[in-house]
Structure formats: C-alpha cells, structure tokens
C-alpha cells in the first residue's frame, strides 16, 4: 500500500459512546451500509479486517460514504483512536476496494418481504428512516412483519446504543404507527 494519498477524513460523536463515525471525502459504494457486527463476519473484508485487528474494536460498519467503528466498552478513545485513523488513512488513501464484491452484492440485495404492509414499512424506512439513523452512523435492516409487530435490526452506532430504544420506540415506531395503522410495535431482533 505504498501509492498511499493524502486525504482528509473527518471524525463524528454518535448518539452511542461507544461508535465514532468517520467521513472520507468521496464515497466507497453507490449506496446502502454493510455491517460487521464480529470480526469472523469481517473476513475477507480489507477495512473492517484491518480495523478488527485494532484490540478494542468490537464492530464496524461500512456505509457508502461513511465508517463507524465501534470500540469495546472497556476500551479508551485514546487508546484506540490513532490507530483506527491510521488504518483509515493507509486503507482508503491507497484507493484500493474497502469491502469486497461478494460483501457489495450481499447488501445490494433487496430485501424480500411479502405483502402490502411490509413493502409500505420497507419503503418509509429506505426513503426517511434510514437516512436519518445514517447521519448517525447506522442503520436499521427490516426483519418481518408479524401479527402488527415490526422486527428491525439495528446495526453500526445503533446496536447496543444507550438512545436505541428511545429511537426504536419514540422515532421509529410513532412515525410507521402515523402512516399505518396496522403496526402496533416495533422491536429490535435479538
């Protein structure tokens, strides 16, 4: 990785302690986030091996113009902060792919959902919610629609957030409660 240039990657604070975001100036992908809750999930991966590697780490998550890397809770930002940057620097000044093609394809797939309900779900939470859980740094992946319950998977700075609830109950849920009457709740998958 010697064709390494020089580039400006700016840090954000997430509603979670834990995550930091970070923004490069140009983007990695088209769109969408890939997340990579473990280390083994990683594999393969240059970035989120590389950041792995860092003792701290505990998840990283790959949005089209964004990384939020988030530390284990025990860890100091101190500690771990000058070398989460260093990989950043080396790994996208160098220009090389961060993620892989198959990891690419795996998140450009749609995601399947039956019935009329959860498309509506699906089509709020691409056009409004997950925009906004983005600027954060992460994201929500619809699970299922069952019996008026929503299931999501909150991933990057939203998983094992202190805020994730009050996001999950009081954002989420109200406003797919205010566009359809069939969902009663909305939870996190376990």
Avoid: H, Y
């Avoid at 930091?20 to 240059?46: H, Q, V, Y």
């Amino acid at each position: 990785m010697s064709n390494t240039k020089k580039i400006n990657i700016t840090a954000a604070p997430t509603p979670n302690p834990n995550t930091i975001k970070f923004m490069p100036p140009e983007s990695f992908f088209d769109g969408g986030t890939i997340d990579f809750p473990t280390r083994s999930k990683a594999e393969g991966n240059l970035l989120p091996e590389e950041l792995f590697s860092i003792d701290g780490v505990v998840g990283v998550m790959v949005g089209s113009n964004f990384v939020s890397v988030t530390k284990d809770g025990a860890a100091r930002w101190e500690d771990v902060l000058e070398d989460i940057r260093s990989v950043l620097d080396e790994i996208v000044g160098s220009g090389e792919q961060v993620v892989s093609d198959s990891s690419l394809a795996e998140a450009a797939k749609s995601v399947e959902a039956s019935g009329e309900i959860a498309q509506r779900i699906i089509t709020i939470l691409n056009e409004e919610i997950r925009p906004a859980v983005a600027m954060d740094g992460g994201d929500v992946a619809f699970k299922s629609f069952e019996n008026g319950v929503v299931t999501l998977e909150l991933q990057g700075a939203c998983s094992n957030c202190p805020a994730s609830t009050m996001t999950l109950k009081m954002g989420i849920e109200n406003r797919l409660k205010e566009e359809i009457p069939e969902v009663e709740e909305v939870i996190a998958s376990q």
